[in-house]
């Protein structure tokens, strides 16, 4: 018997040299006995009856061996020891003599076992899905909040590269920082089995990470390690962390999958410091965070050339609305950021998400696609990646999987509300509007303050001809509004007057009196989106005038533009040929 040490794979051929999976040096002996037990959670609900009854036998069990912990819900296995003195070897041979008489004593019990176990006992499983908690940062120092946040989310990049491991997205787990919340509570609401939680201290030049694995049904802790290091070994610490996790929820790894999880991009501490402050400032998503990202993500750089996570961060950068650089400009940084990271890394799958929004800008709707594809491709778990190409999907009319890519999204990364509020109206072009307004409340429920999902939802009402229900919520938008006290009241008093006129004329004097809130803001020189213009008179009827906006729209490249192929307002327009050649000149099947 032979073993492969790293991937514990066992050969009974003796004359193999090195293993078939990874072509690691074979060593003698079978890979059972080192193999590192993996963290097994029971079956929910199971209750395990051994032959002696009691409350002792039905209550949940933790045993440590080595440094894993088993979850049990039954009659423990007493440990194997060796009759006497002898040695293993010599104990098996004592028992060769009477190999017959225990052959049918084994089968007997075996039958009867096989019997008991079936009928009462409830098999363990591995750990299929799992959050990653946001670390602690224990080190009474704010400063450093961008270390236990980076080390959280690249724990969470590296887990999602195991296959059939569902690992939830970075948006969903940090909604509970800084806030307790019980394991089982955290469990329902992400629907997860397991929980790992972490803490860091930093003081100096020393760094204490604390991590422990629990069982999200019972709140029992499974595994637990702390790990006592020197800054300048952080990134070395940072893989080590990976490979006892992911051996803790799998029981056998291939040394692709090892080498994957455990992958560093950089050697150098000080640049991997400073990519994690530039994802620090990323996630906050403002435009003043953005431009501090793109420069700790370039010193990253200027300290390792080759750092393919810092091309992608910068990639990432350029690639949201909130880019600080603008227009052309933004595309040829994204394109160029994006290409380099794959260059030194053809695995990553962010970059090519990334990419696929340059396609998009160009119109190139088929490459756009087939960028998506490649990054879900290669990381299958990056909700962004789904719920982009759910927003694709949805202009080029392709409803059923667009919603099928939304909610994949969602499940990936269940509490991103700007994932369940881009679900709305994705359900709304696909004319789903009782679903897309359930959608919407239930986003709110997460935080009723967010302001897209009031947005949605006040369009999907004028969309379903609910004018009084879409101005109440669009005053719940304009109050949590970021607009001044005194635009707020303006806006107040133009609801008030809309509101009027619909109770006076309904549908068409809803819409006549916003034409004349936007012609008058034309005349004070105001912009004015023409995209929205050309609503207007398509809800008033007005199809030439509808179309000349829509060709205003398209020479200004709206920002929506590329909706019109699915947008409800031009339903009464799609068979004008005017119309037909506006989806034409975008690319737009028709």
Not at 23 to 31: C, N, R, V, Y
Not at 191 to 209: C, E, K, P
Not at 549 to 569: G, H
Request: with cysteine.
């Amino acid at each position: 018997m032979k073993r492969c040490p790293d991937c514990r794979r066992d050969y009974t051929d003796d004359t193999l040299l090195y293993c078939l999976d990874d072509g690691t040096a074979l060593l003698d002996g079978p890979a059972s006995m080192d193999e590192p037990a993996t963290a097994l959670l029971s079956e929910p609900g199971a209750v395990a009856t051994g032959f002696r009854g009691g409350e002792d036998q039905t209550r949940p069990q933790i045993n440590t061996t080595g440094q894993t912990a088993i979850l049990h819900t039954g009659v423990e296995a007493k440990p194997r020891r060796n009759s006497g003195n002898l040695s293993e070897r010599q104990s098996l041979s004592a028992h060769r003599a009477a190999k017959p008489l225990i052959a049918v004593g084994i089968a007997v019990v075996l039958l009867i076992s096989g019997f008991f176990g079936y009928r009462y006992f409830s098999p363990t499983k591995q750990i299929e899905s799992i959050a990653v908690m946001p670390f602690v940062n224990e080190s009474g120092n704010a400063d450093v909040e961008y270390l236990s946040d980076g080390i959280t989310e690249t724990l969470i990049n590296s887990l999602a590269q195991l296959p059939r491991l569902s690992v939830k997205a970075r948006s969903s787990v940090f909604h509970y920082k800084g806030k307790t919340v019980v394991p089982q509570t955290i469990g329902n609401e992400l629907s997860v089995q397991a929980i790992l939680n972490g803490r860091v201290v930093q003081r100096g030049d020393n760094l204490t990470l604390s991590l422990e694995l629990v069982d999200a049904r019972t709140g029992n802790q499974m595994w637990g390690e702390q790990y006592n290091r020197k800054m300048m070994e952080l990134v070395s610490l940072q893989s080590q962390i990976a490979r006892d996790v992911s051996h803790k929820l799998r029981a056998k790894l291939t040394g692709a999958e090892q080498q994957q999880v455990a992958k560093n991009y950089t050697e150098n501490t000080e640049a991997y410091q400073l990519y994690l402050q530039g994802r620090y400032h990323w996630n906050k998503r403002k435009p003043e965070e953005h431009k501090k990202a793109i420069q700790y993500f370039e010193q990253a750089i200027e300290l390792d050339p080759n750092y393919a996570l810092a091309y992608a961060g910068l990639a990432d950068c350029y690639a949201v609305s909130s880019s600080p650089v603008k227009g052309q400009e933004r595309m040829a940084k994204l394109r160029s950021a994006a290409n380099k990271a794959l260059e030194l890394d053809p695995s990553l799958g962010e970059p090519h998400a990334a990419l696929a929004n340059v396609s998009w800008e160009e119109r190139d709707w088929a490459g756009a696609e087939r960028e998506f594809k490649r990054a879900i491709e290669l990381n299958p778990n990056y909700a962004t990646a789904h719920q982009w190409y759910g927003e694709l999907l949805t202009r080029l009319g392709r409803h059923d999987e667009a919603i099928s890519e939304i909610k994949r999204a969602r499940e990936l990364d269940p509490l991103s509300l700007i994932i369940n509020s881009d679900m709305i109206y994705i359900l709304s072009m696909a004319r789903r509007y009782d679903e897309a307004i359930e959608q919407g409340r239930r986003t709110l429920e997460m935080d009723a303050s967010w302001n897209p999902a009031h947005y949605e939802i006040t369009i999907t009402y004028a969309f379903k001809g609910m004018y009084e229900e879409s101005l109440a919520e669009a005053e719940k938008a304009l109050e949590f509004s970021d607009r001044s006290p005194e635009k707020k009241e303006a806006d107040k008093q133009e609801l008030a007057a809309i509101r009027d006129a619909y109770r006076k004329l309904g549908a068409r004097g809803f819409w006549q009196k916003m034409l004349g809130f936007e012609k008058q803001d034309l005349a004070k020189g105001e912009e004015v989106s023409s995209f929205f213009m050309a609503e207007i008179y398509a809800n008033l009827g007005d199809k030439g005038e509808a179309l000349k906006w829509l060709e205003k729209a398209v020479e200004e490249r709206d920002v929506e533009i590329d909706l019109i192929k699915v947008y409800p307002a031009f339903d009464n327009l799609r068979s004008e040929p005017r119309f037909q050649d506006l989806l034409r000149r975008i690319g737009l099947p028709q």
